[in-house]
């Protein structure tokens, strides 16, 4: 059974992606269905805030990687801001880390732009009720990484500087700890990443969203 407006009356959204034809694939698959209608949209993440803030809808669509302010910045000024608009974070991002800082910054859904029509148009009424929405999929992928090791957040500082091309020594000197430690941290490092060297770290490190490439 179709879960209904808290009010009765349209789910208001906003939907804020960089790519044009992406917010139109949205609204086609919104504007037409009963209970819900698209207020207005937003192409980077500053742009996104003033629309929230000036619109005030309950739902806002945003992409996790937009120019200027990302998905996270935006959902962390809503919540600063006391704003009652929920955030569903749409991208196609699905690393763990991804989705863990997403909620973790006060996003109520998490949903892949590869998603059907029917699944985001639940994902909308469901977090319109106040619950919190992750696809089956995604909440596999989470369950299984909790079983994988995990790295500590210095194992990630020395992945991030491997990921720069920084020797051990490099490290060393970045990280204020002998350059024994760093040799130590990054075996460690590609134990746990089951990896069998530096490019395969980072390449995995970017996969599982521990690490960002400039």
């Known amino acids: 059974m179709r879960p209904k407006s808290i009010s009765g009356a349209k789910i208001r959204v906003v939907v804020a992606d960089d790519h044009p034809v992406v917010r139109e694939g949205i609204m086609a698959n919104v504007n ?3 209970d819900m209608a698209v207020i207005a949209e937003a192409r980077d993440g500053t742009e996104a805030v003033a629309v929230i803030k000036s619109e005030l ?5 945003l992409d996790l990687r937009m120019p200027g302010m990302d998905g ?7 919540e600063t801001l006391k704003l ?11 690393s763990d880390e991804d989705v863990h800082r997403a909620i973790k910054a006060g996003a109520r ?6 998603s059907s029509r029917e699944e985001i148009l ?3 009424r469901r977090v319109n009720l106040g ?3 992750l696809p089956a999929r995604i ?11 995990v790295l500590s957040p210095r194992e990630i500082e020395v992945l991030q500087c491997v990921a720069t091309g920084a020797s051990n020594k490099e490290i060393g000197v970045q990280l204020f700890i002998a350059e024994g430690t760093v040799k130590t941290h990054v075996k460690a490092v590609l134990e746990k990443l089951g990896v069998p060297g530096r490019t395969a770290a980072i390449r995995e490190g970017v996969r599982r969203g521990l690490v960002r490439l400039n």
């Open 84 to 94: 009652q608009s929920k955030v569903i974070i749409m991208t196609t991002f699905q």
């Open 57 to 61: 809808p309950d739902i806002a669509l």
């Open 109 to 114: 859904g998490y949903l892949l732009k590869d």
């Open 122 to 124: 639940d994902a909308i």
């Open 72 to 78: 996270l910045d935006v959902v962390a000024q809503v």
């Open 139 to 149: 909440v596999q992928k989470m369950a299984e990484g909790l079983r994988k090791p």
């Open 32 to 34: 037409p269905q009963p």
């Open 131 to 133: 619950e919190t929405y």
